[in-house]
């Protein structure tokens, strides 16, 4: 099979398309013939290793000191399940289905191989591949993040970062639980934000959100340029901050101020739960929340694909279709 493999850590063109054996899946695991993955900004911290600060020895000790441990990135993927291992009962050869590999990552090659018991669900025919492939990564962030936020109807949201993978979701999956939404994006990206649901846009270029009169029951940070002592003013008496990006010393700090406020900053990686995946599928299939696709890469430009999440800019997920 072909894989995209990152055997150092550096820019774009360290990554290659090489052979490799196609996996046998074990026992309790099914074969995916992917079909479609996404680059994400997980796959460009991992590959460049630019991490938020203080977290640069963490990094390394976590992916591999000289290089990354797992070559083949890529945490999401949609696919045809190619083979299943003798104790699978749960899905069958020729099922399409979504999965989400996450910190194991692994997606970005033509076969994967996942337990049947992880983050795997069956993909409905009204759903394609694409779009699929493109759930998992913003949209288990964000309801994650909002799960453990208690997000409730009416609250005032704000989202920092809107236009991103996980941005783009909140906006969506905030409006859907009946929240008032303010997207934080560039001016080229408001009319995307309001078909979204945003009901207020501001546009960092020009406007500060922390320095307005507004009041936020919930600040989502997907950049992480908008730390507590930032926010404060901008949040109510007893608002939280959803660090979803954050640096070493600002989680360090989070536990002091849910201490002594009445405020909480809530931060830490995402849970990788199968619920919340067939939730978003559900959700897909409803309309309700549809990921933002920025580009389309074929599976032998993947570097082209690292190239445009490097430039730090793109609208949603960044796209891979491997078949």
Not at 16 to 45: F, G, H
Not at 143 to 168: I, P
Request: aromatic share 6%; with cysteine; net charge neutral.
């Amino acid at each position: 099979m072909q894989a995209a493999v990152c055997t150092r850590y550096g820019p774009p063109s360290v990554v290659r398309i090489e052979e490799r054996p196609v996996p046998v899946p074990a026992a309790n695991e099914v074969c995916i013939r992917v079909r479609a993955t996404t680059v994400s900004t997980a796959d460009w911290r991992v590959r460049s290793q630019c991490m938020p600060h203080g977290f640069g020895l963490a990094g390394r000790l976590a992916f591999g000191l000289h290089a990354p441990r797992q070559p083949i990135l890529g945490t999401e993927l949609a696919g045809d399940i190619d083979a299943v291992g003798a104790h699978v009962t749960a899905f069958a050869e020729g099922d399409a289905v979504v999965a989400f590999t996450g910190a194991a990552m692994g997606a970005h090659a033509e076969y994967r191989c996942v337990r049947a018991d992880r983050v795997i669900v069956r993909k409905p025919a009204t759903l394609s591949y694409d779009v699929a492939a493109a759930l998992a990564f913003g949209g288990t962030t964000a309801l994650d993040f909002f799960r453990r936020a208690a997000l409730c109807a009416d609250e005032h949201v704000l989202v920092n970062g809107a236009s991103g993978t996980v941005g783009s979701a909140m906006v969506q999956l905030a409006v859907h639980a009946g929240a008032e939404v303010t997207a934080v994006c560039s001016g080229a990206n408001a009319d995307a934000m309001r078909q979204l649901g945003a009901a207020h846009v501001v546009d960092y270029a020009h406007t500060d959100f922390a320095r307005e009169r507004a009041r936020y029951d919930v600040i989502a940070d997907c950049v992480g340029n908008a730390p507590y002592a930032r926010v404060r003013d901008a949040l109510t008496p007893r608002g939280r901050l959803l660090a979803v990006l954050a640096t070493l010393p600002a989680m360090l700090r989070a536990p002091w101020v849910n201490a002594t406020t009445g405020r909480r900053v809530i931060a830490g990686p995402a849970a990788e739960r199968v619920d919340d995946l067939r939730t978003l599928v559900d959700l897909a299939v409803a309309g309700v929340f549809t990921p933002c696709l920025d580009a389309h890469f074929a599976f032998a430009d993947i570097a082209r694909a690292h190239a445009r999440v490097d430039t730090g800019r793109k609208r949603g997920s960044v796209l891979v279709e491997v078949a």
